[in-house]
């Protein structure tokens, strides 16, 4: 687990001026990484920081002579399309950077006229995928959702006995994970109606969102060779916001018995930023597990696990339909969570995910499933919200919804903060549901 560093301290200000608003996501203290280029150029796509409401462009800033001279290999990686060799490189060099990343926004600090010019805004920036994800795991790491969900299909047994010994998890597809900011056709799947004999092919009917958070794999392990608990988090590189786009119609049908497939794999969002694990140190919290149920096997417990396993981070669900746009209407919050209520931890799902030998690779993406809370404005999918489409939300503006409808933008964002440690953000995983296209 990362200890906290003087990158952490609070009073630290940036010459970013717009870093030292309170409201940023992107304050000194963050330093998230992205892959992106200026908008509308003829450039190649290369990581960035975030600062404020701008980026730094970290090969530009290597050009300009910002950083140490045993840097160079590192910063070399960080002049590609994608963060998977920076992410290879391990905590100690991501580590490095962050220092000498932080020491150069700071207020006073003698880099400011070289790395004024390696400033891009935002508002002029396009964004990548930024890791070539080989493989993408999807786990089911909340209680509560797994319970709700449970209950739709399964009144009298809701909660399947292995979920509380297992991080239960599922293989996704990875290539149709796309940034922040796209939209996506309506998929067509097979769908059968309880009275009906006979499935249709036909357009998704209950099309849903899943509030989720990614994990990026950084260092990866040697097949055959599983990743202790104790060392789990030394192979995360960070989080962000993800959404798992979701047809329940096309899932209802075909789950059973090896669970979802063309119900997921149509659409993911994942959110352009990457929250390292370092800068999410001081909003770590205690993970605990009722007294009543079972404890985990000593594989997936440890004592920082018990201490701090947990990430004490704020989930949103907004929402704005055709009609809010038209209107001149903003996005609607229809959920907030917490990731400190998950089940299982990252380190936890890290632990199980390789305890077989199954060899992780730097780039690799974990979601943790859907992250819904105990009351009803917490829950992270409609599927929860409205018991199944039995009972709709209403939205301000006098519209319901039982599943999304077309034209409809779902945007997830995430958020820490902490009585000690300044509010840090993840930025936004938006995406647009479009017409579902004319199968020929
Ligand atoms: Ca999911």
């Not at 963050?30 to 908008?39: A, V």
Request: with cysteine; net charge negative.
């Amino acid at each position: 687990m990362t200890q906290l560093n003087e990158t952490h301290q609070p009073e630290l200000r940036s010459w970013v001026a717009s870093a030292n608003n309170q409201q940023t996501d992107f304050p000194i203290q963050n330093l998230p990484f992205s892959i992106f280029r200026r908008h509308g150029r003829n450039e190649k796509f290369r990581a960035g920081v975030a600062i404020g409401e701008h980026i730094v462009d970290l090969p530009a800033a290597h050009k300009a002579g910002v950083f140490s001279m045993s840097l160079t290999p590192m910063l070399r990686t960080l002049n590609k399309s994608k963060l998977n060799k920076f992410m290879g490189m391990g905590k100690g060099a991501w580590s490095e950077l962050r220092l000498e990343l932080s020491q150069a926004l700071r207020e006073g600090s003698p880099s400011q006229a070289l790395l004024e010019n390696c400033l891009v805004p935002q508002t002029q920036a396009e964004y990548k995928v930024p890791a070539r994800i080989g493989d993408y795991t999807d786990f089911y790491t909340s209680i509560n959702h797994a319970t709700n969900v449970g209950k739709l299909f399964r009144p009298d047994n809701p909660l399947l006995p292995n979920y509380q010994w297992i991080p239960i998890g599922y293989h996704g597809r990875s290539s149709s994970i796309e940034v922040s900011g796209h939209g996506f056709h309506r998929p067509h799947g097979q769908l059968k109606a309880p009275d009906s004999d006979t499935p249709v092919l036909a357009p998704c009917k209950r099309l849903d969102y899943e509030l989720e958070v990614g994990i990026y794999i950084g260092k990866g392990n040697a097949m055959g060779h599983p990743i202790g608990i104790n060392q789990a988090e030394d192979h995360v590189f960070g989080l962000c916001m993800f959404n798992d786009w979701s047809a329940r119609d096309i899932q209802a049908w075909e789950y059973q018995p090896l669970g979802p497939f063309l119900s997921k794999s149509f659409a993911s969002t994942v959110s352009p930023w990457i929250v390292t694990m370092e800068a999410l140190a001081p909003y770590r919290e205690a993970w605990s597990r009722p007294s009543d149920h079972p404890q985990p096997l000593p594989y997936l417990e440890s004592h920082d696990n018990r201490n701090v396993g947990a990430v004490d981070m704020h989930l949103e669900v907004l929402l704005q339909t055709a009609k809010m746009k038209a209107d001149g209407h903003a996005a609607e919050r229809v959920a907030l969570s917490n990731f400190n209520q998950s089940y299982w931890t990252v380190a936890q799902m890290v632990a199980h995910h390789s305890v077989n030998g199954c060899n992780l690779k730097p780039g690799d993406f974990l979601g943790s499933g859907t992250q819904s809370g105990t009351t009803a404005e917490s829950v992270g999918a409609l599927l929860e919200a409205t018991q199944g489409g039995k009972n709709p939300i209403n939205l301000s503006n006098g519209e319901q919804r039982t599943f999304l409808e077309d034209g409809d933008t779902v945007t997830l964002t995430g958020w820490c903060d902490s009585e000690t440690a300044p509010r840090i953000g993840f930025g936004h995983a938006a995406a647009t549901v479009l017409p579902a296209l004319e199968i020929e």
